[in-house]
């Protein structure tokens, strides 16, 4: 497991940007998986955007277009760039790192972060 620590959270308005940052204490690049999730007020936590160490993203349908996510293994760091935030984006977004098992590499994550809040108005 590694301690992460995610950063860059606030107001912001609607249609602003926000850059979530999420520090490793050790070296991310054993962890083959990284991910952003985010859970809003009364609903479940949900997959926001993934990464794997060769480069593979994915995004929930809701950010597609507007999220990227991305790592830099230098800094052990994990950013989700947030543009065009909408109110329905606000939540609180944690980071996840695990390592992808079995046959279909199936993510499995064992270190969070505490969470960062973003709020967008309307």
């Known amino acids: 497991q590694v301690h992460l620590v995610e950063s860059g959270g606030g107001l912001v308005q609607a249609g602003g940007s926000l850059r979530l940052s999420c520090a490793a204490s050790?070296?991310?690049?054993?962890?083959?998986?990284m991910a952003w999730y985010r859970q809003a007020p009364g609903k479940q936590r949900e997959l926001v955007a993934a990464?794997?160490?060769?480069?593979?993203?994915n995004y929930a349908d809701s950010v597609k277009g507007r999220f990227t996510i991305s790592t830099d293994n230098a800094k052990n760091t994990l950013y989700l760039q947030m543009n065009s935030l909408k109110p329905e984006d606000t939540a609180v977004y944690s980071c996840?790192?695990?390592?992808?098992?079995?046959?279909?590499?199936?993510?499995?994550?064992?270190?969070w972060g505490q969470g960062t809040q973003v709020t967008v108005s309307s």
């Open positions: 996840a790192a695990g390592v992808l098992v079995g046959m279909h590499g199936t993510p499995i994550y064992d270190s």
């Open positions: 050790g070296s991310i690049s054993p962890r083959n998986a």
């Open positions: 990464i794997t160490s060769g480069g593979s993203t």
